[in-house]
């Protein structure tokens, strides 16, 4: 069964690090391209970042120089170390598998784990 | 950066009626876009992607339409478990970006 299951999120003062794990069963995190997306109480879903098959990384702005995303093939496990908090950092993060199964057609996030919850209070 | 608008905001509906959700870029970006239903508490779930291809297990009553600027889905007849809230997805360019979501409620 393909299953993405975020952890590691919980409140933390402004400033601070957070690492967040997505642990991936069902298909091989290096053979796919994943992101993070996050969703801030109340509001719409925002992208935050992905890692390509390739080791390529891409950030949305406002994460840029403090938050990497990285992956540890021997867990199959992607990561998101958050560094320098700040409160509109609050929000429910999401990992998700993107969609290139019609490569080079992006077709999408169809996989998505269930959430983890980081506090900057 | 690539903009989403997403109208309306939010729409007020019965069961049985047909509902229509727009979503215009500020750019082109031909059939690169993706629908997803969210309901409280849970994560998005795709419903279409390459602007009108159904994901599978999807109800056909949902549909997607549009390319370049303008897109479309549509809800043929809305069934109690559609009410949620809808986002459409850019897949042109980064940043990927989302609509501000339409909030379907029950009328």
């Known amino acids: 069964e393909v299953q993405l299951v975020e952890s590691g999120g919980g409140l933390v003062q402004p400033g601070g690090s957070l690492r967040l794990s997505c642990a991936v069963s069902g298909f091989i995190v290096s053979d796919n391209y994943m992101s993070w997306v996050r969703q801030a109480p109340g509001k719409g879903l925002e992208w935050v970042s992905v890692l390509y098959s390739a080791g390529t990384t891409y950030y949305t702005d406002s994460v840029k120089g403090r938050f990497t995303i990285s992956r540890d093939n021997s867990k199959n496990t992607v990561y998101l170390q958050m560094s320098s908090l700040r409160g509109e950092d609050t929000a429910v993060y999401y990992c998700?598998?993107?969609?290139?199964?019609?490569?080079?057609?992006?077709?999408?996030?169809?996989?998505w784990g269930q959430g983890t919850t980081v506090t900057v209070s | 950066d690539i903009q989403l608008t997403q109208s309306p905001s939010f729409l007020s509906a019965s069961v049985g009626d047909r509902v229509t959700i727009t979503c215009r870029a500020s750019h082109n970006i031909y059939n690169s876009l993706a629908w997803y239903q969210q309901k409280p508490g849970k994560a998005p779930k795709r419903l279409i992607y390459?602007?009108?291809t159904l994901q599978s297990g999807v109800p056909s009553r949902f549909s997607g339409s549009g390319s370049g600027t303008a897109f479309t889905l549509t809800i043929s007849s809305l069934q109690p478990e559609d009410f949620a809230t809808y986002y459409c997805q850019q897949l042109n360019s980064y940043p990927l970006t989302f609509g501000g979501g339409t909030k379907v409620e029950i009328k």
């Open positions: 998700v598998r993107d969609d290139y199964s019609n490569s080079p057609y992006y077709s999408g996030m169809d996989v």
């Open positions: 390459g602007a009108s």
